[in-house]
């Protein structure tokens, strides 16, 4: 086969395969799920939300304060009257309040995603009432 000739083809097919590819990303939905921040922080303005795509869950906050100095934000997943299970989902914000934190699991069985405040290294139960709650 002459090389001038297996160009186009291969274009062609990197094309084709590209395009399958792009396809299937952009076809999988994004669910977001608004999250209330409590109590609301004094001067801070904070929000929250879980963007679940396909089985990647990730929690999203702006504006939120900084964890007290020793202190981290754990992610904890509770199911009905269960009490919340920890996870190793453990975050801090930027100075701005920014943060996002991969959640584990594809929320099957969740009921509530919860956030509190803890010890660096996070808990193995909550020691601080939720500051944010996502019903799923």
């Known amino acids: ?21 792009l396809n299937t990303h952009s076809s999988r939905q994004t669910r977001v ?7 609301p922080a004094a001067g801070h303005d904070a929000t929250a939300a879980l963007r679940k795509v396909g089985s990647d869950v990730q929690l999203q906050v702006t504006g939120m304060p900084a964890p007290a100095l020793g202190r981290i934000y754990q992610v904890w997943l509770k199911d009905g009257s269960q009490p919340p299970e920890p996870t190793d989902a453990l975050f801090s914000v930027t100075g701005l309040g920014n943060g996002t934190v991969g959640v584990p699991g594809d929320l099957k069985g969740v009921s509530e995603v919860l956030v509190t405040e803890e010890p660096a290294g996070g808990s193995l139960k909550p020691t601080h009432s939720p500051v944010i709650v996502a019903s799923v």
Do not use: N, S, W
Not at 3 to 10: D, F, I
Not at 33 to 39: D, E, G, K, M, S
């Open 1 to 21: 086969m002459f090389p001038a000739l297996a160009a186009p083809g291969a274009l062609a097919a990197g094309v084709l395969i590209g395009g399958l590819a």
């Open 33 to 39: 799920i608004q999250a209330r921040v409590l109590p």
